[in-house]
């Protein structure tokens, strides 16, 4: 496709119950970047951006607090976010000890044992997939 027509995808949104805490996880635990964050008073919502490079370079992570919602319905359509780990056995041990809540310790994946998987859920309770990638 010509680069001028080439969608490219912007952000994933999640809503979060504590902006702070998910922005302490997403940070120390993945090393992602608060690029930008802002209170809308009038909206009575914040939106804070992270990921690892510029917006206008790479897929960031949008996490939106409604100041008024108690709590949100997972529902089963959203699947989880993939991040990329080099050693999954020692950064899935690091996050036992932090406490992380994980769902599926690193393991082959059952289709196709040449990729390392995992699982754990963050703050929210949203799933998200380690992928050994060295």
Same mark, same amino acid.
């Given at each position: 496709?010509?680069?001028?027509? *080439?969608? @490219? ?6 809503? #979060? ?10 940070? @120390?635990? $993945?090393?992602?970047? #608060?690029?930008?964050?802002?209170? +809308?008073?009038?909206? @009575? $919502? *914040?939106?804070? %951006?992270?990921? +690892? ?5 790479? *897929? ?11 709590? +949100? ?18 950064? $899935? ?6 406490? #992380? ?9 059952? %289709? &196709?044992?040449?990729? *390392? ?6 703050? &929210?309770? +949203? ?8």
């Amino acid at each position: 496709m010509d680069q001028i027509i *080439t969608p @490219r995808l912007l952000h994933v949104m999640l809503r #979060v119950n504590n902006m702070d805490l998910s922005i302490d996880f997403y940070t @120390r635990i $993945f090393g992602m970047k #608060v690029l930008r964050k802002k209170d +809308y008073i009038d909206g @009575r $919502f *914040t939106l804070a %951006f992270l990921g +690892y490079d510029e917006e206008s370079k790479s *897929t960031v992570v949008e996490l939106t607090h409604n100041w008024d919602e108690q709590s +949100y319905e997972k529902g089963n359509a959203f699947g989880h976010l993939a991040f990329a780990v080099k050693d999954i056995f020692t950064f $899935f041990g690091n996050l036992k000890k932090d406490n #992380v809540k994980f769902t599926r310790e690193p393991s082959p994946m059952k %289709f &196709d044992a040449s990729e *390392t998987i995992a699982f754990i859920s963050d703050p &929210d309770g +949203y799933t998200i997939e380690l992928i050994e990638r060295p």
